[in-house]
């Protein structure tokens, strides 16, 4: 009879390590459609005060970026750490991914998010988005060796949309956080995550410039 519990006992913690981590994935999943519904939603409430043109031209301010909004304490809430602040796209890999405000460890497990300090979004300096790896083909930055000289990346921060093109491709220590630092005359954009995917022992970085 014991060896019975003990073999039912077995089956169904196999069964539960097999099906729990496609169960995490779906509830990530779920998660950045409900970041991406509420980035939607909260647009319709914001007043846009610009015209198109002015906003494009003005933009917003290693593990930030709004319309401009009725009252200042509309604007400081998205820079609140967990909120949405932008969207971002690459087509070459089929990614389209809420932007969490800070790197910190709960955000990265959702989406991907952006790095405090480095930049903002159509401006000059270095605007940095860290995203985790996951093994699953297409997940997050899953794909993002995938990319070349010359790939575009977008970011709609909901006053505009803002792309970019990539110029760099590198991979660097932990510690080699230069990377982060802008050269002070360009709107630039970097990428980091972790390599290789399994084990990792470095950075994958991908540098990009503004499309003016």
């Given at each position: 009879m014991?060896?019975?519990?003990?073999?039912i006992l077995l089956i169904v913690t196999g069964i539960v390590l097999m099906v729990f981590p496609k169960m995490t994935e779906m509830y990530r999943d779920y998660q950045q459609q409900q970041l991406l519904k509420e980035w939607q939603a909260s647009l319709h409430n914001i007043d846009i005060t610009e015209e198109p043109v002015e906003q494009a031209q003005k933009g917003v301010n290693l593990t930030s970026t709004l319309p401009a909004v009725r009252g200042s304490e509309d604007h400081k809430a998205f820079k609140e750490d967990g909120i949405t602040e932008g969207i971002l796209t690459i087509d070459k890999i089929d990614?389209?991914?809420?932007?969490?405000?800070?790197?910190?460890?709960?955000?990265?497990?959702?989406t991907v998010a952006s790095v405090v300090n480095t930049?903002?979004?159509?401006?000059?300096?270095?605007?940095?988005?860290?995203?985790?790896?996951?093994?699953?083909?297409?997940?997050?930055?899953?794909r993002l060796d995938e990319l070349t000289l010359g790939d575009q990346i977008k970011v709609n921060n909901g006053?505009?949309?803002?792309?970019?093109?990539?110029?760099?491709?590198?991979?660097?220590?932990?510690?080699?956080?230069?990377?982060?630092?802008?050269?002070?005359?360009?709107?630039?954009?970097?990428?980091?995550?972790?390599?290789?995917?399994?084990?990792p022992t470095h950075r994958l970085i991908i540098k990009g410039k503004i499309i003016e």
């Open positions: 014991n060896k019975k519990i003990t073999a990614l389209e991914l809420p932007i969490l405000h800070e790197a910190t460890q709960e955000n990265m497990r959702k930049g903002n979004v159509g401006e000059v300096g270095n605007y940095a988005i860290a995203g985790h790896r996951s093994r699953t083909y297409g997940r997050n930055f899953n006053r505009g949309q803002f792309e970019y093109t990539v110029t760099e491709k590198l991979r660097v220590k932990p510690d080699e956080v230069w990377v982060l630092k802008p050269d002070g005359k360009d709107k630039e954009f970097t990428l980091i995550t972790c390599d290789p995917i399994i084990n």
